[in-house]
């Protein structure tokens, strides 16, 4: 184990964070959340609608004596009594619970960002393995994480025996204090520590996010034999790709080399242009594009033209334009007719019996 911890040295690449996040492994700190869900729970019941259930809970508590001193005879008394006491107390809970999940929902989003992960909940068989469970009982991790938790506690009791030392006599003086006045000094003590203690810990949160952050990193990091892998397996996955879209031209190029023995006319540069023209009056309302290249493509279209004795003309201007403007498949443009019917007319009169593929009369 710590062999293979001391052979990580290696950060980790955008695909080992990629797969992490995918599991639902990310770096977050529970203690940022904790403190914001007590600072928005504090400010909540600073505002109307602590005031609302503070007053709830004080009528619920009178009406739950009244029912000690007389109790229900009858079991629908009973069950109407416990609706009547916890439904008020439900409705005056209810936002106030709901704006601290949202609290705590943000305080995540924060700081994992938008992340949806469905297979942190499928089961794990090495989580009731009994060995797998005693090498995580002696984890660094758990380990360290159970020191700070004994540090927190202690921390936080030395913080309450600071503001309740000063209130001990008053607290003790509540058992003779009525209801009303027993709640408010109890509210007003309680306070105290939640803003103590929220104080304290939010100091205490940017180092636990800190630490939460190095340890995720620490724990990606990756050996050199695994960036190596992964690095080979990634380039052969996009040499893979490459190859495939090769093979992909190669295969148009060559139906476009085939689609030249159709052709009337090949018109050249003579020798870094070629395309391949094709007219029937029945077909189209101009001559089509069946092949175009440069270079080496160009050299095999009039390869392929003078392999099927279709007529080649050299034209460089006109072939650099049909080149660089008409797609194969495509009809030539209108600006263009002049000049491609000229080359036409040319080959009639080379070879008269193409003509009649054109419609034209011999």
Excluded at 237 to 250: I, K, N, P, S
Excluded at 321 to 346: C, H, K, M, S, W
Aim: hydrophobic residues 50%; proline residues 6%.
């Amino acid at each position: 184990m710590a062999e293979d911890a001391a052979q990580r040295t290696e950060p980790a690449t955008p695909q080992r964070r990629e797969d992490a996040r995918r599991k639902g492994s990310v770096a977050q700190s529970r203690e940022l959340q904790s403190v914001a869900v007590l600072a928005a729970a504090l400010l909540v019941l600073a505002t109307p609608l602590g005031t609302m259930l503070a007053e709830t809970m004080l009528l619920e508590l009178r009406h739950a004596f009244s029912a000690i001193a007389d109790p229900p005879s009858t079991l629908a008394d009973f069950r109407g009594a416990i609706i009547a006491g916890f439904w008020p107390a439900a409705v005056a809970l209810g936002p106030i619970l709901a704006l601290l999940a949202v609290t705590g929902g943000l305080a995540q989003l924060a700081q994992t960002g938008p992340l949806w992960s469905f297979e942190i909940l499928s089961p794990r068989y090495d989580r009731i393995d009994p060995v797998q469970g005693a090498k995580r009982l002696v984890d660094p991790d758990r380990l360290f994480d159970l020191v700070k938790s004994i540090a927190k506690l202690a921390l936080v009791s030395v913080i309450a025996a600071w503001v309740l030392g000063d209130s001990v006599p008053e607290l003790i003086s509540l058992c003779r204090a009525d209801l009303g006045s027993g709640i408010l000094a109890a509210a007003r003590v309680s306070f105290e520590l939640a803003v103590a203690l929220i104080v304290t810990l939010g100091l205490l949160a940017p180092l636990d996010v800190a630490y939460q952050r190095w340890r995720y990193e620490h724990r990606l990091r990756m050996t050199r034999s695994e960036v190596r892998d992964e690095t080979r397996q990634r380039e052969g996955d996009a040499q893979v790709r490459g190859r495939f879209r090769t093979l992909h031209r190669e295969l148009s190029r060559s139906r476009m080399i085939a689609a030249v023995a159709e052709a009337d006319v090949v018109i050249t540069n003579p020798t870094h242009y070629a395309v391949a023209l094709r007219y029937r009056q029945e077909q189209a309302a101009a001559p089509v594009v069946v092949a175009k290249g440069r270079n080496h493509v160009a050299a095999r279209i009039r390869e392929a033209a003078a392999a099927n004795d279709v007529p080649t003309v050299e034209n460089p201007p006109l072939a650099r334009v049909l080149v660089r403007t008409v797609e194969v498949g495509r009809e030539v443009p209108e600006n263009l007719f002049q000049a491609v019917a000229e080359v036409l007319a040319f080959v009639h009169r080379l070879r008269p019996h193409r003509a009649r593929a054109w419609g034209i009369g011999s």
